[in-house]
């Protein structure tokens, strides 16, 4: 029986979750960063911080390619994969962002520049974030991965780990707190939200038992501090006066931390392909075939 079970894919390990996790919390920086910045929050370092975090994810992937000396063969078939869709729009995010962050900076303070910038910027990282989801919802071979009910939970986790990062910021840099406080809280309710969607979707569906057992494990952890634990911070740092950036930031980083784990969740662990089906049970000699059946699988699924 475990030779035609689901059994974990080996392809895409902690080097694939850290390109979504790098490359979401960048995109979500980075697009509530020019939210920020027409609030008269500091731009510059929040950009570069962002430019960092899609580095680091895109230097995952670079780590994950068997032969990494052909990695520009990823820019070979826009017209089917969103792997390289993602890749030509980080060619776009990257530099632009970059040319924002500094035109905003005191190095070389361009107020008309870095004003396009920073909103082209965010177009192309809300871009880039729309791949990183289609690029897990078209893994057809993955149950847990191809759900759609997964990508509104990747896009509103790379915002929430945004959100997180530019509480974080603010507290090191100054500005308006009390507003992204809000819109993180209400990051969270509809992470939360889809969360709970998505693996309600899943189960009703069908999937993997184990990749079901491996959701189902991490959620707990996932919801207490990436979801209760942070909001209860925010709620803190809204009713402390002095200590309401610190509050704000602890809160910021409970929910990137419960963001990060669910990603490599789903990235790393529960991608469990999908086995064989049997059309029909057979049986020894004549008789009537038996029902059809998926081993391995909580329901017959789709």
């Not at 994810?57 to 063969?73: D, K």
């Not at 990282?125 to 990747?154: E, F, N, T």
């Amino acid at each position: 029986m475990s030779r035609i079970e689901p059994w974990h894919q080996v392809n895409w390990d902690w080097r694939a979750a850290g390109n979504f996790i790098g490359g979401g919390s960048g995109t979500g920086l980075v697009i509530l960063a020019a939210l920020a910045a027409g609030q008269g929050t500091t731009y510059w370092p929040l950009g570069f911080l962002g430019v960092i975090l899609v580095g680091i994810g895109l230097f995952c992937v670079w780590l994950e390619i068997g032969r990494p000396w052909r990695a520009l063969h990823v820019f070979y078939h826009p017209q089917t994969s969103w792997m390289t869709r993602e890749a030509f729009v980080s060619a776009l995010l990257l530099p632009v962002t970059m040319v924002a962050a500094l035109a905003s900076s005191p190095f070389l303070f361009e107020p008309a520049v870095a004003k396009g910038a920073i909103w082209l910027a965010a177009l192309l990282a809300a871009l880039y974030l729309y791949c990183q989801a289609r690029i897990l919802h078209c893994s057809k071979g993955i149950p847990a991965w191809r759900h759609p009910s997964l990508m509104p939970v990747i896009i509103l986790t790379g915002l929430t780990e945004g959100a997180g990062f530019l509480l974080m910021g603010t507290a090191l840099v100054g500005g308006h707190f009390v507003w992204p406080l809000l819109l993180l809280l209400i990051l969270l309710l509809g992470r939360w939200m889809a969360w709970r969607r998505y693996l309600a979707n899943l189960a009703e569906t069908g999937a993997p038992s184990k990749a079901l057992a491996v959701l189902n494990g991490a959620t707990p952890m996932i919801n207490i501090l990436g979801h209760y634990a942070a909001s209860i911070l925010i709620v803190l740092a809204l009713l402390t006066g002095a200590f309401g950036p610190l509050f704000a930031a602890l809160a910021g980083l409970a929910a990137i931390a419960g963001g990060w784990q669910m990603k490599f969740v789903v990235v790393a662990r529960a991608a469990f392909n999908q086995g064989f089906a049997l059309p029909l049970t057979p049986v020894r000699g004549t008789g009537k075939p038996g029902p059809a059946d998926k081993p391995g699988w909580s329901k017959s699924g789709p």
